[in-house]
């Protein structure tokens, strides 16, 4: 396991994170310069500020996901301790806790997506406003508004055998719901 670096608190969850989310953060830089350059045409100086927001914005859209994920654990009673950031992704942290049913797992696997939701909600609307005001405002509100549509709401339920995703949780739990379901036939 690669080394965790404490970065504090939100509410009751402790951030740490690997090495690999520096470099994910470059990563990051680097492609959302990369398509404020060139997709949205901006100035490199303006690209360059771009990219470092929207890299900043990611990562706050990383902990908003967690916090969904947080609360929905909260409401089954086995609630989450902490986040660990890692490349440009994060773990939830949980304590050891007995086999709990696929339910709760279901339920706080969507919770992330479902926070997430709110943001491209307000992505959308934050780039229906600046777009007449503000070309930079505009890019930086779209871009936040895809990369959480695409990355943490719809991304984050789809099943990647690589990576544990929320949809994987989904797609784990659920078969093993399914299995012990009893079909009644007349």
Do not use: C
Not at 24 to 40: E, I, K, N
Not at 46 to 60: R, S, V
């Amino acid at each position: 396991m690669n080394k965790r670096y404490p970065l504090g608190h939100v509410g009751d969850l402790a951030i740490s994170a690997e090495p690999s989310a520096a470099g994910g953060a470059v990563l990051l830089l680097a492609v959302f310069s990369f398509l404020g350059r060139r997709v949205f045409r901006l100035t490199p100086r303006a690209a360059l500020a771009g990219g470092l927001l929207a890299t900043m914005l990611h990562f706050l859209s990383e902990l908003w996901h967690q916090s969904g994920h947080a609360r929905a654990a909260e409401r089954t009673g086995y609630p989450m301790t902490g986040v660990n950031l890692w490349g440009v992704l994060g773990t939830s942290i949980y304590p050891d806790e007995p086999d709990l049913p696929g339910e709760l797992h279901v339920e706080r696997a969507l919770g992330g997506p479902k926070a997430s939701a709110w943001l491209v909600a307000a992505g959308v609307l934050a780039g229906l406003v600046t777009r007449p005001l503000n070309r930079f405002a505009f890019v930086v509100s779209t871009l936040f508004a895809l990369e959480n549509l695409l990355v943490f709401t719809v991304g984050a339920l789809l099943p990647m055998p690589f990576v544990e995703t929320d949809g994987m949780t989904l797609r784990k739990h659920r078969q093993a719901h399914r299995k012990r379901m009893v079909v009644v036939q007349e």
